[in-house]
């Protein structure tokens, strides 16, 4: 419940307080990731960009945790259709924000 809360008021205001209007937040762990890291966009491309950019990041970190989830990522893109699945509900749980 705090989670929505804090994505609605993301929505309107900045870390800076200032104004803003269709922004929305989620984690990495949310996007299938391993950390709590916030993305924060208008669109659901922006975020799934972000995202991979981040996991770019930590894979040239060696982060165990985000290799794991990737591991996953990997199996997961195996099939087209479960990757499509996958893809959907991450942007339709984005969408409900």
Do not use: Y
């Amino acid at each position: 419940m705090a989670e929505a809360i804090e994505n609605k008021l993301n929505r309107i205001f900045d870390s800076n307080s200032k104004i803003i209007i269709g922004m929305k937040t989620m984690t990495c762990k949310q996007l299938g990731g391993a950390c709590n890291k916030k993305f924060t966009a208008e669109t659901f491309d922006e975020i799934a960009k972000m995202s991979k950019e981040h996991g770019m990041e930590m894979f040239q970190q060696n982060d165990v945790p985000h290799l794991q989830a990737m591991e996953a990522m990997q199996a997961l893109m195996q099939t087209p259709e479960a990757m499509k699945a996958w893809m959907d509900d991450k942007k339709a749980k984005f969408d409900l924000l």
